[in-house]
């Protein structure tokens, strides 16, 4: 949410917070679980990682930014 508004909703498998990974910024939005969740907290260490060893990991993180960005951009969030 972004003051207290839902600006998006991900599902199981899904990747949140990933832009404070890139550019280390503070979180943009608050992040609620609507149902009893399980997550793996990654640090700015093993996501770097992650894109050397998987470059369509990156790919996969840019296409899930750009998406949010273009919805948001579509509803003036």
Do not use: C, W
Not at 7 to 22: K, R, T
Not at 59 to 65: G, K, R, W
């Amino acid at each position: 949410t972004v003051s207290g508004k839902i600006v998006d909703q991900v599902e199981a498998g899904s990747i949140l917070g990933e832009m404070a990974l890139i550019d280390a910024s503070p979180r943009s939005a608050t992040a609620t679980a609507a149902t009893d969740a399980r997550v793996a907290a990654v640090d700015r260490k093993r996501f770097t990682y992650l894109v050397q060893e998987h470059p369509t990991f990156a790919l996969q993180v840019m296409e899930l930014m750009a998406g949010r960005l273009r919805r948001a951009n579509a509803t003036g969030a």
